[in-house]
């Protein structure tokens, strides 16, 4: 609820604080705050968030319990409320607070949330001590930052542009300013600017880049994607640092220029430049082929099959040491040997049977026994474990290979 007037790190391990409004947070950060537990939320931040969010009455089927959180999620956002006490004039105590708080801490890694803005929770207008109660613990990964209002800032705009532009033209139709503005639900001095036409800009520090500068970046980022070679965070901020002379701008700015310019944030997939000259008609072409090729086909005589890979190295940890150590180590028995698995199954939902293929030149009698019921047994045709169609057809006649099985099939 105020403008940005400074940060500073705190003392108290991933918690940030900082003077700024704390609605003008990117959407990646979920909000909390404290309520009482019949949820008037009339008077301090508490009611700007009812006046924002409301959904009283879904907050209230969760059953709220004092020293509880409940949750609502508004646009991919979760927003949390802490249930402190059981009426809005009463004071919450320490204890109950951060019982409250230790189970927003059990919704976030439940839930994997990776930031968190708060607001110094019960310092209000309930005037407790904030060094008391930030010490709880939440998570190494997570980022906090508790937010408070610069004194005597102006507030930011909370009402529809909608609204603004039906009370003004509601002004010119004739009904005063006082009447239009609590008609339309906005301030009353707001609308007498809107209407003479004072502080046409936004509120708050301008951006570095202007609006046309911003749209431009947005078509290029679309551009490249379509390309096939979306940017990643770092590119971009890499990219427009010659903007900021030359110093690369923080993840904060990303987040606001991403929600800005309605981008998103998504996990692309590796494709090769053989798959990606494929496109709509190519694969049109291929289902009407494919459908005239298979039709008198038995669906006994399709098969398909799927491999995974299994390895027994568990890989590298985070651990615990002294500050300063030189080299971890861990000791642990493992190989970096790997084991191939392969599934092969027709179209009318028969599976054929398992097939061990064994990384040696013979195969002996006992590495075949007391395997599954129809399981194959084979060898590679060479030291190095590399296997071709002749090793699998290869092996002693006593032993059925896949390719008899294709045959009784």
Same mark, same amino acid.
Request: aromatic letters at 12%; zero cysteines; charged letters at 15%.
């Given at each position: 609820m105020a403008k940005y007037s400074g940060t500073r790190k705190a003392r108290h391990g991933v918690t940030t604080e900082k003077r700024r409004d704390l609605f003008a947070v990117p959407s990646s950060y979920a909000l909390a705050h404290c309520v009482a537990q019949n949820l008037r939320m009339s008077r301090g931040i508490a009611a700007e968030f009812r006046k924002r969010y409301g959904r009283v009455r879904e907050l209230l089927q969760q059953q709220p319990r004092?020293?509880?959180? &409940?949750?609502?999620?508004?646009?991919?956002?979760?927003?949390?409320? &802490?249930v402190t006490k059981k009426f809005p004039y009463q004071k919450p105590a320490y204890r109950v607070i951060w019982e409250a708080l230790l189970d927003l801490r059990n919704h976030v890694l439940q839930q994997d949330i990776l930031k968190l803005a708060i607001p110094k929770l019960g310092c209000g207008l309930n005037q407790l001590n904030w060094k008391i109660l930030c010490y709880v613990g939440f998570c190494g990964r997570l980022s906090v930052r508790t937010y408070e209002r610069t004194p005597r800032a102006r507030t930011y705009r909370d009402y529809l542009e909608e609204a603004m532009r039906e009370a003004i033209e509601a002004v010119k139709a004739g009904m005063s300013k006082k009447l239009a503005a609590a008609t339309f639900g906005v301030e009353r001095t707001t609308l007498g600017r809107r209407i003479v036409g004072t502080h046409p800009k936004a509120v708050g520090r301008p951006t570095v880049l202007t609006a046309q500068e911003e749209a431009l970046i947005a078509r290029t980022l679309g551009v490249v994607a379509n390309w096939g070679f979306p940017l990643t965070k770092v590119d971009i901020r890499n990219v427009i640092k010659k903007f900021f002379n030359n110093n690369c701008p923080g993840p904060d700015f990303l987040d606001s220029f991403i929600k800005r310019n309605n981008l998103s944030v998504r996990m692309a997939s590796n494709i090769k430049r053989s798959g990606s000259s494929v496109d709509h008609n190519d694969i049109l072409?291929?289902?009407?082929?494919?459908?005239l090729a298979i039709k008198e086909v038995k669906s006994t005589n399709f098969y398909n099959y799927d491999e995974t890979n299994v390895t027994d190295d568990p890989g590298s940890r985070k651990v615990v040491v002294p500050r300063n150590t030189k080299r971890v180590e861990r000791v642990q028995e493992h190989s970096r040997a790997t084991i191939s698995l392969m599934v092969c199954e027709n179209a009318s939902g028969d599976l054929l049977p398992p097939m061990v293929v064994y990384k040696a030149l013979n195969l002996y009698d006992n590495w075949t026994q007391r395997g599954l019921q129809g399981t194959k047994y084979a060898r590679t045709c060479s030291k190095c474990g590399f296997s071709s169609f002749s090793c699998l057809t290869s092996n002693p006649p006593e032993r059925m290979t896949w390719q008899a099985t294709f045959h009784q099939k």
């Open positions: 004092i020293g509880e959180t &409940l949750k609502l999620s508004i646009n991919g956002q979760s927003i949390f409320y &802490l072409d291929f289902i009407n082929n494919i459908d």
